[in-house]
């Protein structure tokens, strides 16, 4: 998808009677670098991330593929009606203890936001991190992004006052944590 196609999706009006039975939730494929690093420029852009500090500065942005198919790390990109408009992943967090990963990367299109894909890019991301044998899942993300917050808090993370690991996100000054049962 070109970058152009990503400015035309973001304005577009997704239907209101559109089900999650359109989006399709897949592994991150070598073909999908280059859509899913301007997906994620373009929604860092329209939330005024910093370009230091956060995922904007991240050397792995431009090759996902090659990053996430190593040390047990998973991603995944959200296609809808064959375009991708959304992506997420989990992966090993420096500096912590094994049984930790990191929700990474989680990035969506204004016009798919309140589908549910959210929750169910969430949920495939926790499902993963189970499959993997990791046993606490932490995430970083800015104070300013309350929604996203927010759907964290319903899928169960709860916020913690110290940061875990080495993640490289000195913006993120919100930390939250998720233990598995």
Partial sequence: MSETMIETLNVAEIPSNSRLSDVVIRPIAEGDNLCIASLIRAVL??????????????????????????DRGAYFVVEYRGDIVAGGGIGSLPGAPEDFCELQKMYMLPSTRGMGIGNALIQRCLDEAKQRGYRQCYLETLPTMLAAQ?????????????????????????????RFD
């Fill in 45 to 70: 852009e329209e939330m005024n991330v910093p370009k230091v500090g956060s995922a904007a500065a991240d050397p792995s942005l431009d090759f996902m593929y090659q990053h996430y198919t190593r």
């Fill in 150 to 178: 927010k759907l964290y808090q319903k899928m169960g993370f709860t916020y913690i006052d110290y940061a875990i690991g080495d993640t490289g996100h000195s913006a993120c000054q919100v930390r939250m944590l998720l």
